[in-house]
C-alpha cells in the first residue's frame, strides 16, 4: 500500500519559514477584484483588469475592487455599495480596500477608501480620481475607468497624506525645470558682467544748466476694447454627494460620487 503524501501541509510550512525570515506579514490579495454584475466588461478586459488590481493591491496592502450592477433595490448606491463591502471585508478578513462602484440604472458612480486607503485617498483624492474617471463613463468605456482609477488611485496613495498629488510642485517636469531655470540665470548674469560695467550714459552728455523743455503735447491714438465670453454651465455630469460615510457594519470610508 502505497502511502499518499499531502503536499498541502509542507508548502503551508514553507511559506510561514519566508514570513518569518523576512521579518514581516505576509499580504494575500483577494481572490476575486471584479464584481461586473451588470455584464460591462468582456472576459479580455476581466483577465486585464485583474491582473492589473492584483498588482497594486498587493503594492498597498489595499484591495482594488470594481463592483457593477443594474440594480440597488432601491437603496442610494453608497448604501449598496457599503453592504456589499460589509459582506466583503468578512468573508476575505480584509478591511483595506478602494472600490469602485457603478450603478447602471441610475447611471451613478460612487468611489470609496476603507482602512488604510480612507486616509491614503481621502475625500479630495477621490474627486480627483472621479475627474480623471468621468470621461470614461461618459463614453461607455468602464473598463477603462476602473484601469484609470487603480492606476490613479495607486499613485495618489504613495504621496503623504494631506498633500495634493497633482500640486505643480510634484511634477516631474516642475522638478526638472526649476534648477534648470536657476543655472541659466546664474550662467546668464556671470556672461553679463563678464565685459565690465558701463559707466557712461545720455547724461553724461546733457548740459542740464541751459537744457530746457520748450513745450509737451499729448495726442490721442487709439482705443482698443477686449471683450471675454462668460462660460455657462450645461448642467451636465453634476455630483450628487461626497465626504464619505460609515456602513451598516460600523465601517467608516472616504468617498464621493457622481452621475453620468
Known amino acids: 500500500m502505497v502511502n499518499r503524501l499531502n503536499w498541502k501541509a509542507p508548502f503551508l510550512f514553507l511559506l510561514l519559514c519566508l514570513a518569518v525570515f523576512a521579518g514581516g506579514t505576509v499580504v ?26 492584483e498588482e497594486h493591491s498587493e503594492k498597498h496592502g489595499a484591495d482594488f475592487l470594481f463592483l457593477t450592477t443594474t440594480t440597488t433595490n432601491g437603496q442610494p448606491v453608497m448604501t449598496y ?21 457603478i450603478d447602471m440604472g441610475n ?13 491614503k485617498l481621502d475625500n479630495n483624492r477621490v474627486q480627483q480620481v472621479l475627474d ?25 496613495m504613495e504621496f503623504r497624506p494631506g498633500a495634493n498629488p497633482e500640486s505643480i510642485f510634484h511634477k516631474l517636469w516642475f522638478q526638472l525645470g526649476v534648477p534648470l531655470l536657476i543655472a541659466a540665470a546664474v ?5 553679463m558682467n563678464a565685459g565690465g560695467r558701463i559707466t557712461t550714459t545720455a547724461r553724461t552728455y546733457v548740459d542740464g544748466t541751459n537744457t530746457r523743455v520748450r513745450s509737451q503735447q499729448d495726442r490721442f ?19 450628487f ?20
Open 28 to 53: 494575500f490579495a483577494a481572490d476575486s477584484h471584479i464584481y461586473d454584475n451588470a455584464g460591462l466588461l468582456t472576459e479580455s478586459e476581466i483577465v486585464e483588469l485583474e491582473a492589473l488590481a
Open 81 to 101: 455599495m457599503g453592504d456589499f463591502f460589509d459582506e466583503w471585508a468578512d468573508e476575505n478578513n480584509q478591511e483595506n480596500a478602494v472600490l469602485l462602484t
Open 107 to 119: 447611471r451613478e458612480v460612487y468611489l470609496a477608501g476603507f482602512g488604510t486607503a480612507e486616509t
Open 132 to 156: 480623471r474617471i468621468m470621461p470614461y463613463m461618459g463614453a461607455g468605456d468602464y473598463g477603462g475607468a476602473f484601469r484609470e482609477t487603480v492606476t490613479t488611485a495607486s499613485r495618489y
Open 187 to 191: 550662467v546668464g548674469s556671470m556672461v
Open 221 to 239: 491714438r487709439n482705443k482698443t476694447v477686449s471683450r471675454r465670453r462668460v462660460p455657462k454651465s450645461n448642467g451636465g455630469g453634476g455630483g
Open 241 to 260: 454627494g461626497g465626504g464619505g460615510g460609515m456602513t451598516g457594519g460600523g465601517r467608516s470610508f472616504s468617498g464621493g460620487g457622481r452621475s453620468f
